[in-house]
C-alpha cells in the first residue's frame, strides 16, 4: 500500500514538473482530458505552467464539452481566457523560473533645486486640502502616491524630456539579450476607476489595450558625483516627444527600440525583440502619456537592465 501511495505521488511530482515546463494550449487541455485527468488535476496544471496559452469561444466551449469537461473546468478556463488569472502589469517571462514581476518606477524632474520630493510635499499638501474642501478623504492609492513624491503634472513634451529615473541601474536585471515580456490588462469594472476611485495606477492601465501604447527606450546614465549621490537614468539627447511618443535622430543607436508583439488573449500580450537587445538600462514608457490626466501627474515606466 505504502509503495502504491509513493508510485501515486511521483507520477502527480512528475506531471506538476512536466506541466512547468511545457506550453499548455487549447489542444493541450483536451488531450488532457482524453488521457482521464480530472479537472482539479488540470486546473493544478494550468495554475503552475509558467507558459500558457489559452483562448476561448463557442466552438472550444462545444469541444471541452465533447471531451467531458465538467462546469468547475469550463468557468475556470473562460476566467484565465479573458485575463490571465493572477497577473497584472508587466513580467519579464523566459527567466528560465518563475515569471518576474517589473518593478514600477516613477519618474522624478530633473532640475536642480526642484525634485521629487519637493513636488510630494506640494502635491501631498494640495491633495489633502482639495479632499478636505469636498468632503472626503484621499484615497489610500493616492496618498501613498503623494507621500512617495508622484505627484508631477506633465503638459508638454518638455517636461517630459526633463524626466529621469532614480539610480544608474533597475531593480530589475535581465540575464538575457533576448527577453520575452508579458503585459498584462486586466479590465475590471469600470467604475472602479473612475477619477473619484483616486487609483491613478489603475486608471491609467485599464486605459491602456495594447503594449503599442509603449515605446521602449533605451536611457542614458549619467554617473553619481564624487560622493555618490545624483546618479540617474535620462532619455537621451536629441529626442523629441510630442503625443505621438518619442522622435529621435539618433533611432540608428538603437535609442528607440522596435518590438514584436504576440496577442496572447484580449487582455495578454508577449512582447519580444527579433534584434535582440545591448547591455544597458532600458525602460517602456507610456507614449500616450500626454493623453491621459491620471499618467501626467504620475509619470511611471516599467524599467529593466540588460547585462
Known sequence: MKKLFLTICLL????????????????????????????????????????????????????????????????????????????????WWNTGEKPRKMHRTQFEKEQKGFNLGTLALAGAGALVVGSAIAGSKPSSGVAAGATAGAILMMSSGKDVQKLMLPGVTSKTQVETQNPVFRFYFPKQDPKSFEKAADNWYQIVMNNIESPNEFQCVKMQVKEPNKKGKGGRRLFPDNMSYSVAGFEGTNASNRTIIDFEIKDINNNTFEVTFPQGLEPGEYCFFYKGGLGSEAFKEHPFGFDFTVK
Open 12 to 91: 502527480a511530482a512528475a506531471f506538476t514538473v512536466q506541466a512547468q515546463n511545457e506550453t499548455i494550449t487549447n489542444e493541450t487541455v483536451l488531450q488532457l482530458l482524453s488521457e482521464g485527468f480530472s479537472s482539479e488535476e488540470i486546473i493544478g496544471a494550468l495554475e503552475n505552467s509558467t507558459e500558457r496559452t489559452i483562448s476561448y469561444d463557442i466552438n472550444y466551449l462545444r469541444q471541452l464539452k465533447a471531451a467531458g469537461a465538467d462546469a468547475t473546468l469550463i468557468t475556470y478556463i473562460q476566467k484565465i481566457a479573458k485575463v490571465d488569472y493572477g497577473y497584472e502589469g508587466v513580467f
